[in-house]
């Protein structure tokens, strides 16, 4: 079965400080790969996604993660904290590349950010 | 980008009764959708998925005479918790794939918090 794993349910950085999310996943097939956030009390919002092509992706708020096929490994990364990145990241991976197959989820990492 | 919405986006409601979220796609056609549950603190779990026009497949533990999932057209699906308990009080998120789109991206509804007292 497909899995995700990320490390650390809890980061806590210090404000404009290296953020760093680490995930791993486990797929028989090259994956899609995704980043979520999630403030409280609020659904997902997609930072960035790895389909194909460059494995250096770029998204919102500054956030960009890596593919690394053989560590098999998501990171996501951020060069300086902000307070407003304090909330629930999720990394989540499509094993197929076909469009009925739902995601599955790591169980997140709540990342705080102290002034 | 496409969006989803979820209604309503919070309910409360008494023991026994039964509670029905509604998920649609609103600019794109979505064939395929999924609901998910998520407890406090924690990940989302996928309960099942939504094919429009035939039965819903549900995930190894969820009740299906319990999540009923209707998805009668191409915009809009349904769950509805019958006879909800306090222990189904948890945050419903659903998701819908647009086929339109360059690798069939799914875009998530903002969530329905529910509260069984």
């Known amino acids: 079965a497909q899995s995700v794993t990320q490390l650390g349910s809890h980061v806590s950085v210090s404000e404009g400080a290296l953020v760093l999310l680490r995930c791993n996943y486990s797929s028989s097939v090259p994956p899609y790969l995704f980043w979520y956030v999630q403030y409280p009390n609020q659904g997902l919002q997609l930072l960035l996604k790895?389909?194909?092509?460059?494995?250096l992706v770029k998204g919102i708020n500054g956030f960009e993660a890596e593919f690394k096929k053989s560590e098999t490994s998501f990171h996501l990364t951020k060069p300086s904290a902000h307070m407003s990145d304090a909330a629930e990241y999720f990394c989540?991976?499509?094993?197929?590349?076909?469009?009925?197959?739902?995601?599955?989820f790591g169980k997140g990492t709540r990342l705080s950010v102290i002034a | 980008g496409a969006v989803v919405s979820q209604h309503p986006s919070w309910v409360i409601c008494k023991s026994g009764t039964s509670v029905k979220i509604e998920c649609r796609s609103l600019?794109?056609?979505?064939?395929?959708m999924f609901w998910y549950r998520q407890f406090p603190k924690q990940s989302l779990m996928l309960m099942a998925t939504s094919n429009e026009g035939s039965k819903a497949t549900y995930e190894q533990g969820v009740e299906k005479d319990k999540f009923l999932i209707n998805h009668a057209s191409l915009t809009l699906s349904t769950l509805t918790v019958t006879s909800a308990h306090p222990e189904d009080s948890s945050f419903y998120i659903c998701?819908?794939?647009?086929?339109?789109?360059?690798?069939?991206?799914?875009?998530f509804g903002p969530g329905t918090r529910l509260t069984v007292l």
């Open positions: 790895y389909t194909t092509g460059a494995t």
């Open positions: 600019d794109f056609q979505a064939t395929t």
């Open positions: 998701s819908a794939r647009d086929g339109g789109a360059s690798y069939n991206e799914q875009f």
């Open positions: 989540a991976v499509r094993p197929s590349r076909s469009g009925n197959t739902p995601l599955v």
